[in-house]
């Protein structure tokens, strides 16, 4: 299964700051990914953890000085800046920002800085009054300028104690950074909109009627577009996942209040894309107290939620109107049901899968499509992860959109 780092080697320059101990989970999550992963140490990063640790981690050897080679024939900066499709500097002290900014080659992790044509993306980590000063904005001010990509530090408790920005970015952050440098920038330009998970319709204050979604397959979406380019609005209902980074998230229970915020938001989007599983029904009553099983009946009498993909898709005319991507999860027929709900609702494309195979669906980190389009083309997809699985997606949205 492809991974989405495959064969990229990315260079890891560590600095002298206690945040590099974090660091050594990113190795391990990039080789995870599939990137082979050299590690540079200034002398102050291998104060801080010792370069054995990130050897282990890595699988390759640590560089730490300019003239250590093992090999002397090979110029270790120049091999490391031609090998390296990212150079990423983590954690990125002050020192070492305002050497980057200044061009001085006076370690190794400078020197591959410049003289590396890849990408380089910087995570600054330091105390908040030294992130805040005048030197530092200016020295980050400059990187930008050169094309460096600057990861911006969170804010929060310190290890020294203050509070402010200048901790190490969140790995999630800094990955999706990562993914969006080696994406296709195909949807700059575009604003997209995707629900996702389950919706909720509650019976009484503690019941409600709801469904299996986990939301990854609709996250995923909402990921990849963002990596890609777009602006992402994501209309997610109740899920245990983190807001994928760089988009709008809009929370909302029901599917009532989705309808509603899909249907504000519907007319400024480029491209809609329904990965929700949206209760069909919800209970015709809502009870305002818990009800007790004394004074209540064993049936529930249920009211007609609106379709939402319908609505937009009767809505389609003469006027301009977002290109319509449902998803169908069936347990049969699953083809021919993709099609009906195609036709039925008016849509551009329709993501089908079979929900009774163990490696597709629910709550799994892999799916197994199928895209059905208006001309009745149909592409299968290979099992593949859920990301992977989003970015052939959006591939097929991209090509909809030039036609
Ligand atoms: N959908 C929607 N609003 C609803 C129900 C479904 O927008 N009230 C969207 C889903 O987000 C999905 C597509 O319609 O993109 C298909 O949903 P699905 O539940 O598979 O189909 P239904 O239309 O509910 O049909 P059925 O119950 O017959 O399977």
Redesign the pocket.
Known sequence: MPLPLNDREIVVGVTGSIAAYKVADWVRSLRRDGARVTVIMTAAGARFVSPLTFAALSGSRVHTGMFDATAPETIPHIDLARRCALLLVAPATATTIARLAHGLADDLLATVALATEAPVMVCPAMNSKMFLHPATTANLATLRGHGYRVVEPASGNMACGEEGPGRLAEWETVRHAILATFAAQDLAGRAVLV?AGPTREPLDPVRFLSNRSTGKMGYAVAAAASQRGARVTLVSGPTDLAAPPGVEMIRITT?LE??QA?LDRASEMDVVV???????FRPAEQASHKLKKATTTATIALAA????????GERRGNRPCPLL??????SREHLN?GRR?LR??NLDL??VNDITASDCGFAVDTNRVTLLDRNDAVEELPLLTKDETAHRIWNRIVKLLKD
């Open positions: 629900t599917a989705m309808h899909v329904k990965a929700a599983a949206v209760s069909d939620n609106p379709d939402i993909l319908l609505t937009l991507v449902g998803f169908a999860a069936e049901e709900k039925a609702k329709m993501v």
